[in-house]
Each structure stands twice: as structure tokens, then as C-alpha cells.
């Protein structure tokens, strides 16, 4: 009878009677009987409630309860999680072919902007599309997405395209590319920003279509032949040395990760790799490089010498070993 018209008699019954003997007589709720008997009583006495304005379908919410609540919104989270297209654990198998595969880590490309080095960029594709036995890890920044105003020098110098055509230049080029890319993760200047201005990033829909996509760190295992390596990916991990480009990844291994033997990230446009030993077990860390070469950021914050390089490691198949090197010409020489 929730929401029902009060009677009279029922207004007067609600006065005069205690919710034992009300309760037998009308077919109302204990919090009906208490909202309205504490409104007629603030009136003055029984009976005034003829005299002023008697709501009788006033709207009080009486019939919420959290648990109602609680059970729409573990219905949502399931339709949600339906329609999730991003993860954090996945097992990502590689071909054999010659020889053992090698895995790019290619970041901070930042399509758009004024000062990336398009020929360099090309120059890349080219040799992750006409390299057998090479696959490629996309750590982010792909696009430059001047859209947060920070500064307008930023909006209206940093980026040569807009951002449709950025997301349409990375849509062509993942056409021709994604039978070579192992996985994809968030960024900060495309996903990111994204994300803060509108909640949906165009970005990450399109890298989700076609490969596997990492929302935040991602904790992927790549298999090859018989071996399994434990990989932690991210644009960027927390914590930084300017002295020591591959702090963060190392960080990450040692304090949040100790099952992980590489951790790879981008972000910073200064590569490194190194080889360590940590816990009596060998682990690699990652730090890309950067195509934006021409960068007044850089130039003006961090150094006159942005470098290019794009680390990678070789996973070998007959035995569990991770072999780091610098650039690609370093592998295809060996």
C-alpha cells in the first residue's frame, strides 16, 4: 500500500493508536506509520491536520533499501565486465620460424606532433614487416593528443594533426601491422587524456579490436616453443633516476612483482636495457625510446640528444634464456 493516499481515518488512527494496534487495522509500512505521525504531531495537536495542507502521495524514499541497491549494482558490474575489452593477465603464444623470436618494445611514437620524425617512423614499420621471426610490444604514447590544456603552446604547436586524423593515421597503420604486435597498453597522452576529458578513449577501442589490450600494468606470459616468460608491462611504472633509465622497471621487479623476470615500459623517450641478477634470478629491464626527435619538451627539460632507439629481446627455445640488445640491428646482427 506503499504510497497510497492517507485517509482521514487513518490520520487519526495514526495519532491516536501505537504501532502494535495501527499496524492490525491498515495495511502500512513502520516507517509510513512514523514519518506521518511525526509530521502530524509537529502540527500542533490531532485534528489540526484539517486545517493545513496534507500531502498524500508526498515522496519520502521510505521503501529504499540497500540491499536492493547493492544487488543493482552487482547486475551492472556484470554487464559491464561483458563488455570489458582490456586486461591484466594473458597468455600469448609465438610462432617459431628460422629462429628464436625477438621482441620489440616500440613506444612514444606521438603521431601528430611537429617534431616526430615520420621517416624514422616509416623506416621502423618497415623492418618489424620485412624482419621473419620479429613481433612487436606497443607500449603507448602511439598518438600525441594535445587535447589536455596544459599551456596553448602545446594545443596549438604540438600537434600537426588533429586528433581524428591521428586516430585514422593509427587505424591505417594497425591494418598493416597487427599480425605483428603481441599486445598493447595504456598511455598517458592518447588513452589517458582520453579517458579524463570525455571517459571513452577512441585509442583504446581501436588497439582493443585486434590485440591484446593492457588497461593499466598488464602481467602477460609469452610462450615459445616449450618456455614461458614472465613479462610485467606498462607505459610507465612508478618511481625514476636520472641517472639509471630502467629505475622504474627495476623497481617494479623487485618490490611488486618478483615472479616477473622482464618488465618492459616506455614514457620517458630514454631507452635502456640491462641484464641483472636479483633474488638468484636473472630479470631484464626495459626503457624505450622515442620517433618525437624534435621535441621542445625535451630540448628545453631533459637534453638536446632525444634518442630513437627501440630495445628488444631475443626468447630462445631451447632453453629459458632472455637475451636483451638495443636496437634491432643489434639482434640481426648477431
Known amino acids: 500500500m506503499a504510497g497510497a493516499a492517507w485517509t482521514v481515518d487513518e490520520l487519526e488512527s495514526c495519532l491516536a493508536m501505537g504501532w502494535d494496534e495501527f499496524s492490525r487495522r491498515y495495511d502500512r509500512t513502520y516507517h509510513g506509520y512514523r514519518i506521518m505521525r511525526g509530521r502530524l504531531l509537529k502540527e500542533g495537536a490531532q485534528g489540526t491536520h484539517e486545517q493545513n495542507i496534507i500531502y498524500h502521495d508526498k515522496a519520502t524514499g521510505e521503501d529504499f533499501h540497500w540491499r536492493d541497491a547493492a544487488l543493482a549494482a552487482k547486475r551492472m558490474q556484470y554487464v559491464a565486465a561483458s563488455a570489458r575489452t582490456s586486461q591484466e593477465f594473458a597468455t600469448i603464444e609465438l610462432p617459431v620460424g628460422g629462429r628464436d623470436p625477438f621482441v620489440l618494445f616500440l613506444s ?12 624514422l617512423f616509416a623506416r621502423i614499420t618497415d623492418e618489424i614487416l620485412e624482419t621473419p621471426d620479429l613481433y612487436v610490444a606497443l607500449l603507448g604514447d602511439l598518438a600525441n593528443m594535445a587535447i589536455r590544456l596544459r599551456g596553448v ?100 621487479l ?37 620517433t618525437q626527435t624534435g621535441s621542445v619538451y625535451a630540448r628545453r627539460h631533459f637534453s638536446l640528444f632525444t634518442r630513437d632507439a627501440m630495445p628488444g629481446v631475443r626468447l630462445s627455445t631451447d632453453s629459458h634464456c632472455i637475451t636483451p640488445y638495443y636496437a634491432v640491428g643489434e639482434w640481426k646482427r648477431g
Open 108 to 119: 612514444d611514437t606521438h603521431i601528430g606532433d611537429w617534431g616526430t620524425d615520420y621517416d
Open 254 to 290: 623487485r618490490q611488486e612483482a618478483p615472479d616477473r623476470e622482464l618488465a618492459a615500459m616506455g614514457d620517458y623517450h630514454v631507452p635502456g636495457i640491462i641484464k641483472y641478477t636479483h633474488g638468484g634470478r636473472d630479470r631484464v629491464a626495459v626503457n624505450c625510446g622515442s
Open 153 to 252: 603552446a602545446e594545443v596549438t604547436g604540438g600537434s600537426q594533426l588533429p586528433p581524428e586524423l591521428q586516430i585514422k593515421f593509427l587505424e591505417s597503420w594497425l591494418n598493416d601491422i597487427a599480425h605483428k604486435v603481441a599486445f598493447a597498453t595504456w598511455d598517458n597522452h592518447g588513452v589517458e587524456r582520453e579517458e579524463q576529458g570525455s571517459g571513452f578513449s577512441g585509442i583504446k577501442a581501436l588497439l582493443a579490436r585486434r590485440v591484446v589490450y593492457f588497461g593499466g600494468i598488464g602481467h602477460p606470459d609469452i610462450l615459445v616453443g616449450d618456455q614461458r616468460y614472465q613479462f610485467a608491462v606498462s607505459h610507465k611504472f612508478r618511481g625514476s633516476s636520472v641517472d639509471n633509465p630502467c629505475y622504474a622497471p627495476m623497481r617494479y
